[in-house]
């Protein structure tokens, strides 16, 4: 009887990492933002964001410093989307939020704890007061997960290919 009890503790225990809350850790799979119930990546066209979210954006322009073309942003209620042009379009460089309404794969959003990003995404590639920066991979140009920190508290969560 004391074998089966701690055979169906140890099961519970086992299966218990099986559902629920993903795993802890980084990795590329983690480099999107659902905004307004879409999942964004950056590099996607902006025309996806549109269709998405709709015409009720404020927009503005400049001149490319990196690219030949204008680098726009489309600023919405929840999150704010800046573009580069490329051969493909316009596509995001940056999606940046400080809004509940954006969150991340693992449900951290502006208002989460630090604690709470640490626990769902571990220890960070780069860290400051201010700041907690994911990367997937050290090439130039290669997307970052970033948290802009109040204290202990997220104020902002955004994806960037722009170097931080």
Do not use: W
């Not at 225990?13 to 990546?41: I, N, R």
């Not at 015409?55 to 942003?73: F, I, N, P, Q, V």
């Not at 316009?90 to 809004?99: Q, T």
């Amino acid at each position: 009887m004391k074998k089966l009890a701690i055979c169906l503790a140890v099961l519970c225990l086992t299966l218990s990492g099986c559902g629920g809350q993903p795993a802890a850790g980084f990795s590329e799979s983690d480099l999107t933002l659902t905004v307004a119930g879409k999942e964004y990546h950056t590099r996607d066209n902006i025309e996806t964001v549109i269709e998405a979210l709709g015409e009720g954006y404020r927009y503005a322009e400049g001149k490319s410093c990196d690219y030949d073309g204008l680098d726009k942003t489309y600023t919405y209620e929840a999150a704010t989307f800046y573009t580069n042009p490329l051969a493909a379009g316009d596509l995001l460089a940056e999606i940046y939020s400080s809004s509940p309404d954006a969150v991340t794969s693992k449900g951290i959003k502006a208002g989460s704890s630090k604690a709470d990003v640490l626990a769902s995404y571990g220890d960070p590639t780069e860290q400051d007061d201010y700041l907690l920066i994911y990367r997937a991979s050290e090439e130039i140009g290669s997307p970052a997960l970033c948290f802009e920190l109040e204290g202990d508290t997220v104020t902002a969560v955004f994806l960037t290919v722009d170097p931080v």
